[in-house]
């Protein structure tokens, strides 16, 4: 029996982005040729186009060209989409034969239309590649990277990054329990595993490779937990299968196969796209708010003493700090190590600031926090920095929630387990609805979670 595939094939980051300059290749081509051979464009060419550019888009997809490609295989990607380009382009002449339409399309033109695809396609992915390769060289967004297992497989990928430097990553070293007379090779060592995961937590590396052996599979497990509170991204040198974790895409670093277990969901192409959402969605809603904001910023100063507005400290992306804002709903405004959360009859919120609670009226504001680049409209609610601290040490993988932005509206609250968290089970059905989200993003998801909380997400018991 043949096995059941278990990871996911790892697609390219900017697969969405290469998409698109393959479409505007094939359309682009298309109408040039026509403009340089003087040809009028009529429905039959158009329809051409079409049928051209869906075979390609399909066989590009058989073939799996945007799927991440090793470093190494430049030359088979770009016969890849050659491949399926002169399958498009073969599939357009037999329809027209079959259809007996040739004598209706200039051959010269078809021709033309398809030496220049196959050139632009080519020449977009040679300067694509070409810029990635300069970029790292000149150090550009380079990312400190570590391994832990000073192990035959550690060193292997080790070499792989020594050799390539258009990865992108900064060695700091090999993390062992061994000393060095025990590990393969007499690999160097900067310190023990409980450093590398200090050094993690410290922001100190960016990128963790796992390559212990897999008879260590119980310590494994108690590293990859350790790491669960930080926000470093993990990728396990595989040789036995890792499952339940948040993420099983094989990635490749060289001829070297790497599983990643953390990382934010949002890769390459997608970040882009996550931010463009933000921007066109806040945008929009400022806009049509704006009149709710002044009436609300009124009614706080006719109602309360004190500003309008009360800015908290936040744990953002990466667990780095941010200063979120927030209409002033109660009397005093905490921001200290100990904050603490508002409840049922809470002498502290006044009659007004009771209101703008429980409608999530007081969260308007941090519309302007997502503008800034700081929030996303849709993610894991910001805790203070307080209960941060508070609880990760008690919820597992609590700081994985900090992989993407935080937002002003989330799957977690539309869930239902928005409001007060008086027990640690409230808190750990939260961070479990937090990481659904973020295991399963797409713009989709983000729409659907906004549509919820329009209709259902504002007005809420749980709100004090």
Same mark, same amino acid.
């Given at each position: ?10 697609? +390219? ?57 090793? %470093? ?18 073969? &599939?357009?002449?037999? &329809? ?44 550009? +967004? ?39 007379? #025990? ?17 993690? *937590?410290?922001? =100190? ?13 119980? #310590? ?14 993990? $990728? ?6 890792? &499952?339940?974790?948040? $993420? ?16 934010? @969901? ?7 796209? =996550? *931010? ?30 004190? @500003? ?29 190590? =100990? ?7 809470? %002498? ?56 993407? =932005? @935080? ?7 539309? &869930? ?13 059905? *939260? ?34």
């Amino acid at each position: 029996m043949k096995a059941s595939r278990t990871f996911k094939i790892s697609s +390219n980051t900017y697969s969405f982005l290469y998409r698109l300059l393959d479409i505007a290749t094939i359309v682009g081509s298309f109408w040039l040729a026509l403009a340089i051979y003087g040809i009028t464009s009529h429905d039959n060419y158009l329809i051409a186009m079409l049928i051209t550019l869906v075979v390609y888009l399909y066989t590009a997809e058989f073939f799996e060209i945007y799927r991440t490609w090793r %470093v190494n295989q430049f030359q088979q990607m770009v016969l890849t989409s050659w491949a399926a380009l002169i399958v498009a382009f073969l &599939s357009l002449i037999l &329809s027209l034969f079959l259809v007996k339409q040739t004598s209706d399309f200039s051959r010269v033109t078809i021709a033309i239309w398809f030496a220049q695809a196959f050139v632009l396609m080519f020449s977009w992915r040679y300067l694509n590649h070409k810029l990635k390769v300069t970029r790292r060289k000149l150090g550009f +967004n380079l990312q400190k990277m570590a391994i832990i297992g000073a192990t035959e497989r550690g060193e292997k990928l080790f070499n792989e990054v020594a050799k390539h430097n258009e990865l992108g990553y900064d060695f700091v070293g090999f993390y062992d329990d061994r000393d060095e007379s #025990r590990t393969y090779n007499n690999l160097t060592i900067m310190g023990d595993i409980d450093q590398a995961v200090d050094e993690a *937590r410290d922001g =100190k590396v960016d990128v963790l490779f796992i390559a212990l052996p897999s008879i260590a599979e119980q #310590r494994l497990l108690d590293i990859i937990s350790k790491l669960g509170d930080t926000t470093v991204d993990v $990728h396990i040198v595989p040789d036995l299968v890792m &499952s339940g974790l948040m $993420h099983a895409r094989i990635d490749h670093i060289g001829h070297v196969d790497t599983l990643s277990v953390f990382e934010s @969901p949002y890769l390459g192409a997608k970040n882009w796209i =996550k *931010r463009l959402e933000d921007i066109i969605v806040s945008l929009l809603i400022i806009l049509l708010i704006a009149p709710i904001l002044l009436a609300i910023a009124v009614g706080i100063k006719l109602t309360s003493k004190g @500003p309008v507005l009360f800015k908290q400290r936040r744990y953002g992306l990466r667990g780095e700090e941010i200063l979120v804002w927030k209409f002033r709903s109660m009397t005093v405004m905490e921001d200290s190590d =100990k904050v603490i959360q508002a409840t049922k009859n809470d %002498v502290r919120i006044t009659p007004f600031g009771g209101f703008l609670r429980r409608t999530s009226l007081d969260e308007l504001p941090q519309f302007f926090n997502v503008l800034a680049g700081d929030m996303s409209v849709v993610g894991p609610r910001p805790h203070a920095v307080a209960h941060n601290e508070e609880y990760r040490g008690q919820v597992q993988y609590y700081m994985l929630r900090h992989q993407v =932005k @935080p937002g002003i509206t989330g799957w977690a609250q539309i &869930s239902g387990w928005r409001g007060e968290t008086d027990t640690l089970e409230k808190m750990e059905k *939260r961070i479990e609805f937090d990481l659904q989200y973020i295991r399963h993003w797409t713009v989709f998801f983000d729409i659907k979670i906004i549509f919820l909380t329009i209709f259902k997400g504002f007005v809420n018991k749980n709100a004090y």
